[in-house]
Each structure stands twice: as C-alpha cells, then as structure tokens.
C-alpha cells in the first residue's frame, strides 16, 4: 500500500473519523492516528479483496468503535466531574449542514452510517455494506428506510 | 425533497467538515513506539487516577469504628448481676467486739 493513495484519501478519512466520533475533532484526530499506526506496524493489512477506501474506512470505524468501549469503561471509573473536564472540539456548521447533522441523529446508528457512507462518501451500498461489516440486504434496508426518515425529517426544513 | 436536494445538503456537511483537516503527515509521521508510550501513560495515568479515587471514596464513605475504651475505665456490662442485696456487708470486715457485747 502506497502512502500516496492514503494521503490521497485523507480528508475522507478524516471525515469518516469525524463521524464516527460524533464529530469530536480531537477523538477524530486520535482515532485516525492510531489507524496510521495500526498499518505501519502491520497490524492492519490490506488484501485487496476490496477498495483501499472500503478497508480503510472498515478500519476507522473498528478502531473508533473500539476507542469508544475503552473511553466508556475509563468513564464509569471516573466520577462524572472528571468527564466534564473533557473538552470537545466540534466544527462549526451552515445552518443547512446543522439541520442535516441534527436529522441524521435522530436515525438509527445504522440507518445513519449507510447514509453517510452513499451520500456523504460517494460509496454504493455493497460498498457501505463491506464498510459496516453487514450483509448486502442488511445495509439496503437500512438505506430505504434510513432515507425515508431522513426526508420526512427534513421535508420543508431545507428550502426555506 | 428530492435526492438532489439530499446530496446538495451533504456536500454542504462534507465542505464544513474537511475545511479543516489536519495534515496527513503530522498524523502520519508519529513514531509507533512513541504513540505506543502516549497510549500507555494514557492508560497507566487513568488507572492511577481511578485508583487514588476509590481510596479518597473509601476513605470518606467507610464509616469509623468508635475507639475502643481504656481497660481501666471499662466495666463488663453484667456487673448488675454482682449487684445482690446485702453486699455492701461483705465489703468491710466484720467487726466482732461489737456483736458480742
């Protein structure tokens, strides 16, 4: 794998990152910094059995999947005053992207992550399907019926 | 609200949100080791924490045991039953010449 076409796909990455960290910019950054470090030292290994995007953005989400477990059980640790010490950096959104991002919230995790990766990511679904770990007829059920709340949620509210 | 509408909304997400990425290689370029060793003091440092935590916690909800009372100024708590009629009689010796007479 040729550190080009990672730098090439960067900015989605990054941008898979941030969603799968509930656009936390910091854990985002994290989160994709430890999948660089997962392929330098081999632990995550391409095998070409499908695009390097698909595997690379399978890889974010386990590991940001698997950060999230780890920062569940640090948290029921800590006392609560001790995780609101922890600050979030989010980005600032358009009133469009906002409504967008508040619709998307509402859905289903799931139904959310097809979305993101058809809309967002320009992914087909037997590409968002390999990306989620779901079978083909899982992640089109979860598009149909992801895409009809997310219209009836924003009907009317985007063309003003 | 058709598709067009949908993905015109994503791109608008998509252009606020990779308007500031991070460079590849200051993501890129950190050492393994040296990200192993952050990731470790990461979690060695909230281990601690938690632990120093549940010591303050223990401490302050555990309640204390009263102290134990001086062996001096202790008395069995059935000393009533010593307690019998006529005992005051058998705390001093008995004077003999005045019960003669």
Redesign the interface.
């Known amino acids: 794998m040729q550190q080009e076409e990672l730098e090439r796909l960067h900015p989605a990455s990054y941008a898979w990152a941030l969603s799968c960290c509930r656009r936390d910019r910091s854990e985002a950054e994290e989160v994709l910094q430890d999948v660089y470090v997962k392929i330098l030292e081999g632990k995550a290994r391409f095998d070409g059995r499908s695009s390097l995007k698909t595997w690379l953005f399978a890889v974010i989400r386990r590991t940001a999947a698997s950060r999230a477990r780890r920062r569940s059980v640090r948290d029921l640790l800590l006392a609560k005053w001790a995780r609101e010490q922890v600050v979030v950096r989010q980005v600032e959104y358009s009133d469009v992207a906002a409504i967008l991002l508040t619709a998307l919230q509402n859905l289903a995790r799931r139904q959310r992550e097809v979305l993101e990766l058809v809309f967002y990511h320009d992914l087909t679904i037997e590409e968002a399907a390999i990306a989620l770990n779901l079978s083909i007829g899982s992640a089109r059920v979860h598009y149909q019926r992801g895409k009809k709340q997310l219209l009836a949620q924003l009907n009317g509210k985007l063309d003003r | 609200?058709n598709d067009d509408?949908?993905?015109d909304?994503?791109k608008?997400?998509?252009?606020?949100?990779?308007?500031?990425?991070?460079s590849?290689k200051r993501?890129?370029d950190?050492e393994?080791a040296l990200?192993?060793l952050r990731s470790r003091l990461r979690v060695g440092s909230?281990f601690a924490?938690?632990v120093v935590?549940l010591i303050v916690l223990a401490v302050a909800i555990i309640p204390r045991r009263p102290a134990a009372p001086s062996i001096s100024t202790w008395r069995a708590p059935t000393d009533f039953l010593l307690q019998t009629p006529g005992r005051e009689l058998l705390d001093s010796v008995p004077d003999l010449k005045g019960t003669r007479q």
């Open positions: 609200m509408r949908l993905h909304a994503f608008e997400l998509r252009r606020a949100e990779t308007a500031h990425v991070p590849f993501l890129w950190v393994p990200s192993r909230t924490f938690a935590l």
